[in-house]
């Protein structure tokens, strides 16, 4: 097996960028590339405030949660209702789990880990 080595990430090492959802700039951690694609890491900040619901979806992922940094964030989980997540509050989405995103603070700002690092998403039609 090849030893995997650390990785550190700076702030200004990598920028936000686009990425799943255009409301949303994502900062890559550097973790996909360490572990060789076994998991991703990344901060997740609002683009702005919103409060339109977004479409139901879900990822096919093995493992995934959330820790929100700053800021709030409202979910609706099938089979678990509305949820308000905010600053120090964290979440672990079931692999497949329907959800949508329902509104977000303009300050948003969330720690999500995911496996493996690519993974599909179903958007409903």
């Known amino acids: 097996m090849k030893r995997q080595g650390a990785s550190?990430?700076?702030?200004?090492?990598?920028?936000f960028v686009e990425g799943l959802r255009d409301f949303f700039a994502y900062r890559d951690l550097g973790i996909a590339e360490a572990?060789?694609?076994?998991?991703?890491?990344?901060?997740i900040r609002?683009?702005?405030?919103?409060?339109?619901?977004?479409?139901?979806?879900?990822?096919?992922?093995?493992?995934q949660m959330v820790y929100v940094l700053k800021g709030w964030v409202d979910f609706e989980y099938e089979g678990q209702g509305r949820v308000r997540l905010s600053t120090?509050?964290?979440?672990?989405?079931?692999?497949?789990?329907?959800h949508r995103e329902l509104a977000h603070s303009d300050d948003l700002e969330m720690l999500e880990v995911v496996t493996p690092a690519k993974f599909a998403t179903v958007e409903d039609q």
Do not use: E, L, M
Request: aromatic share 6%; hydrophobic share 35%.
């Open 8 to 15: 550190i990430s700076h702030a200004n090492d990598a920028p």
């Open 35 to 43: 572990t060789g694609g076994t998991a991703v890491v990344h901060v």
């Open 46 to 63: 609002a683009s702005g405030a919103s409060d339109k619901a977004q479409a139901w979806h879900c990822h096919d992922t093995q493992f």
């Open 88 to 98: 120090g509050s964290s979440v672990y989405q079931p692999p497949n789990i329907r």
